[in-house]
């Protein structure tokens, strides 16, 4: 069992701690373009003759386009802890403006080279809102926002394109929400370009 933990102990330092005859970058940002297409829970516009009606929610899907930035601290050559923010915005059937933010971190493992895959898993919150407006039926504007738990699981591609410059040809991204008592699937595509220092 001792040999086991020694065995674990030195494979954890050798990930952790950089080698000092290399000369890599430790931190890295991204920023890029973002493309979510969500199911959104929006809520119903119905004509209501009481001052006071309960809102209900239906679930449409959304194209939303929006911002994605991340930065990476690299303590090993290819062990990552990774921050991610998005912002992304759309309709829905016309009616409804949305608008989705998340911020997750996480472990993120890459392959060095010109060429460098990745893949990370991140946890961390969204927030939604949704304003509807008039409807021909004679709705009026409702507004609505919630928070929840979020969750990615995403892999990527870089391609180096100067020393400590690289596109970011893809990431793509599984993002999983759960808003207003019900679980979202969303898948998020991203790209842009990576500053390493």
């Given at each position: 069992?001792?040999?086991?933990?020694?065995?674990?102990?030195?494979?954890?330092?050798?990930?952790?701690?950089?080698?000092?005859?290399?000369?890599?970058?430790?931190?890295?940002?991204?920023?890029?373009?973002?493309?979510?297409?969500?199911?959104?829970?929006?809520?119903?516009?119905?004509?209501?003759?009481?001052p006071s009606c309960p809102v209900q929610f239906v679930s449409n899907r959304a194209s939303m386009s929006g911002l994605e930035f991340s930065g990476i601290?690299?303590?090993?050559?290819?062990?990552?802890?990774?921050?991610?923010?998005?912002?992304?915005?759309?309709?829905?059937?016309?009616?409804?403006?949305?608008?989705?933010?998340?911020?997750?971190?996480?472990?993120?493992?890459?392959?060095?080279?010109?060429?460098?895959?990745?893949?990370?898993?991140?946890?961390?919150?969204?927030?939604?809102?949704?304003?509807?407006?008039?409807?021909?039926?004679?709705?009026?504007?409702?507004?609505?926002?919630?928070?929840?738990?979020?969750?990615?699981?995403?892999?990527?591609?870089?391609?180096?394109?100067?020393?400590?410059?690289?596109?970011?040809?893809?990431?793509?991204?599984?993002?999983?929400?759960?808003?207003?008592?019900?679980?979202?699937?969303?898948?998020?595509?991203?790209?842009?370009?990576?500053?390493?220092?």
């Amino acid at each position: 069992m001792r040999k086991v933990a020694a065995i674990f102990g030195l494979l954890f330092l050798w990930l952790i701690i950089p080698t000092k005859c290399s000369a890599q970058s430790n931190f890295e940002v991204f920023g890029g373009y973002s493309y979510l297409f969500p199911s959104v829970s929006q809520p119903e516009i119905v004509p209501c003759p009481f001052p006071s009606c309960p809102v209900q929610f239906v679930s449409n899907r959304a194209s939303m386009s929006g911002l994605e930035f991340s930065g990476i601290y690299k303590p090993s050559r290819w062990l990552g802890l990774a921050a991610d923010f998005s912002a992304h915005y759309g309709n829905v059937q016309g009616i409804s403006e949305v608008h989705i933010q998340t911020y997750m971190a996480g472990p993120q493992i890459s392959l060095p080279g010109a060429v460098s895959p990745f893949a990370h898993v991140l946890i961390g919150g969204a927030h939604q809102s949704t304003t509807s407006g008039t409807t021909d039926s004679g709705g009026v504007f409702t507004t609505a926002s919630a928070s929840s738990v979020a969750g990615a699981a995403g892999v990527g591609i870089d391609i180096k394109i100067f020393p400590h410059i690289a596109i970011r040809a893809i990431q793509f991204d599984y993002l999983l929400t759960h808003f207003n008592s019900s679980t979202q699937n969303e898948p998020r595509v991203s790209a842009g370009v990576v500053v390493a220092f």
